[in-house]
């Protein structure tokens, strides 16, 4: 139903910044939260980042450390995802996600998203 249009990917030298866009579609949806998973070489899937929409509260992975800031467009159904001061740890396929649930138990969980993006990817190296 609802399709996930990811951008903003690419190669970036350490301490670079890129920023990633999702734009959702496809119909009507009721929004409870979107957001960010990545998957690294050899890595499980991990939270990024998501922004809930009801009391606009956000959750960041603990390798964030205060680098990534995610961000809403609410009129463009579009999420953000302002990357600074990349690392070569951060080289991953970043995936969007929506979720259109009433409730969940963790935000953090990948459970709790009915829609996943095909990813982007991000590569941090010399």
């Known amino acids: 139903q609802v399709q996930l249009a990811e951008s903003g990917g690419g190669s970036v030298q350490p301490g670079g910044s890129l920023l990633l866009s999702c734009a959702a579609s496809?119909?009507?949806?009721?929004?409870?939260?979107m957001g960010w998973f990545r998957q690294g070489p050899g890595k499980e899937r991990e939270l990024v980042a998501i922004?809930?929409?009801?009391?606009?509260?956000?959750h960041y992975g603990d390798f964030v450390e205060g680098r990534f800031t995610i961000s809403r467009d609410n009129a463009k159904n579009t999420v953000y995802l302002q990357m600074n001061n990349l690392k070569p740890e951060d080289t991953a396929v970043y995936y969007c996600?929506?979720?259109?649930?009433?409730?969940?138990?963790?935000?953090?969980?990948?459970?709790?998203?009915?829609?996943w993006g095909q990813g982007t990817q991000v590569s941090v190296s010399s």
């Open positions: 496809g119909g009507t949806f009721s929004t409870s939260a």
């Open positions: 996600v929506h979720s259109y649930r009433k409730w969940v138990y963790s935000w953090y969980a990948s459970s709790s998203y009915d829609y």
């Open positions: 922004i809930t929409w009801n009391d606009d509260n956000t």
